[in-house]
């Protein structure tokens, strides 16, 4: 086996389409055996004919260009990562003699597998921790013996690796880092519960506002019909009736505008006056009113004073004129009332706000902690820098994220990084001291106060060494040289969920009885509890599974006389094995028929019929028997077509295997007898002959 060796890494990894089954390997290996293939960290297993997707065939061993593997039905999930590899033993296969022939295949064939097994040493090593090319040879990288509790870290010298920083402290930082993140969601939620209130309290006043809106309808010109929503008139409704230049309220009752008139009281002044006229004559000061006397004088004004005059109106004039009342309707009369009760009246639900006056008076009383929660939570594109108190919050639009306050400055409220780690790599300027924004892969530095490690050409600096609180730069202490290197790793922040076993999709609500495991159900669509494995017999027996086989006979005219053709050959000595089906397919002027007897009835013999059907005039169809004697096959209408058929009784092609079904069933003293082999283990296995005739047992 010669082939071409190409220059590429033999390792190459897919993230699956929902289904997918093939997939192509771009790097040459010699056998199947010679490639591992995972879904994920799971290996899988090689099958000529794979029957699930736990399994693979192969196609292209010992090509140049490589080749394919093709996973079971019915393939991967969406994103499943599988990986493909070369994993060829290093080993040498093959020994040259020391004379004779120079074997140049077997030479090429060893070059080939030494190159790939360098290639394999290669791509190790890339996947493996290592020195950089460029990094100083004056130290040691040889690990020292494992110290329990503590972390490998370089020596104070820099010049070897060593274990004495301990690993609690680490794991303290991590749970406050926990703990911190919780308190944060806490105080998140509280802020949300106070938007919420007030949101309530602000729907409460607008439904007050609506009640009260249509109670009092402003200035008008005329008698309204409707509310200043378009609704139906309420009873007690007022407005100003800027024509007449007075109130009116509306009489449900009666379906009316009322005017407000003069209390009895009131008319009793009225009637006062009227008798002042004599004997004190005031007639001349009357007269000196006559143009107010004649406004007073049209029809409309005496219809008003006759309202006025109706006892209850006379009441309520009444109260209007008591001194407070007269103040406070010159107070309402002011252009600027009149005005500010104009917008009133166009303003929506202000009965709602009306009716909602203790909500707005709770949130009057909460307005302190309504204005606390304004200062507590911001939403901004930058880092607000003033009345700033540790576990304020922020939403940072520019960001798109939650951030919170921290005696080191602002930080995510949640992880700043998204997974378990970021690298961020800068090369510094000549006494550069400051690292931030986009590093020299275009990737913007972000980060956790108190999760980071960074190292300055390959060595991890102390937490002294620099300073890291803003989430966004690193401060070295002392300035880096030009074409420094400084590589910071970035760690993500999560807290574990911890979920009890009955709380996940498709497992059962509770926990099953001692013993039993959890199994996929009769249909395929849930994990049911079920009884452990438990000890089980196989018994395999070897039997010949028959089959069908078509032949096509042709006849030929062979030095005059006409002979039977047998699938292209000359009366071809046929082998008919005792329990196969042979079709037939003949002339239909030479009918195909059997005998014990060579040449059949032109031999003096007689048909053979046991087994044997005439399907049509061109088809015969024969069923070999158990014990079946040596046949002949002749034409019935011409002599000396035929040839000979024998009827051998066939080995075993197939195995089937019998169990005691986890105890259900029990096997015979006779069936045990006629085992060809018994295999004694736990229930669950399946068991099967692939292609190649190897038994392939599947759990």
Known sequence: MSIII??????????????????????????????????????????????NASQYSVSGAGQTGGGSITLGSPGATVNNIITISRDLAIARSTDFPTSGAFQIASLNTELDKIIAMAQQLERDQKLSPRVATTSSSSFNLTFPDMVAGKVLSANSGGTGLEFTVDASGLLTSAANAATSATNAGNSATAAAGSATSAENAKNAAEAALDTFDDR????????????????????????????NDIMKVYDLTNTQWRQLTLTSTNQGHVNSVAGQITPTNNISSVAGKATEIGLLGTSANITAMGLLGTSSVVTDLNLLGTSSNVTAMATLGTSTNVTNMATLAGVSNLNNLANAHAAITSVSNSLASVQNFGDVYRIASSAPTSSLNAGDLYFDTTADELKVYKSGGWAAAGSTVNGTSNRFEYTATANQTTFTGADSNSKTLAYDAGFIDVYLNGVKLANSDYTATSGSSIVLASGAAVNDILMIVAYGTFQ?????????????????????????????????????????????????????LVRTVTVVSVGGSNKYFIDGVQQDTLDLYEGNTYIFN??????????????????????????????????????????????????????????????????????RYITTNQGVDNITESQYANFNDVLFSASGFVFSVNSNGNLIATI
């Open 6 to 51: 190409s220059d590429v890494e033999p390792r190459v990894q897919y993230t699956a389409t929902a289904g997918q089954t093939s997939f192509t390997v771009g790097f040459e290996f010699f056998d199947n055996a010679d490639l591992k293939v995972f879904n994920g960290t799971s290996l899988l297993t090689f099958s000529a004919s794979p029957t």
């Open 216 to 243: 009092f309808l402003g200035a008008k010109s005329s008698n309204p019909s409707v509310d200043n929503d378009g609704n139906a008139l309420v009873d007690g409704a007022i407005y100003f009736d800027t024509t």
């Open 496 to 548: 574990l969920a911890n979920i009890s076993i009955n709380d996940l999709t498709d497992t059962p609500a509770s926990i099953g009885t001692a013993g039993q495991a959890l199994v996929v159900n009769s249909s395929a669509n849930a994990l049911v509890y079920s009884n452990a494995s438990s000890a089980e017999v196989y018994g395999f027996e070897q039997y010949y599974n028959p089959s069908t």
């Open 586 to 655: 003949y002339p239909s002027g030479h009918p195909f028929k059997f005998s014990t007897t060579s040449n059949g009835t032109h031999g003096s013999g007689s048909e053979y019929t046991t087994g044997v059907t005439h399907n049509s005039s061109t088809q015969v169809t024969i069923v070999v028997a158990s014990g079946a004697p040596t046949l002949y096959y002749y034409c019935s209408s011409h002599t000396n077509m035929g040839g000979t058929a024998n009827t051998p009784t066939p080995g075993s092609n197939a195995v």
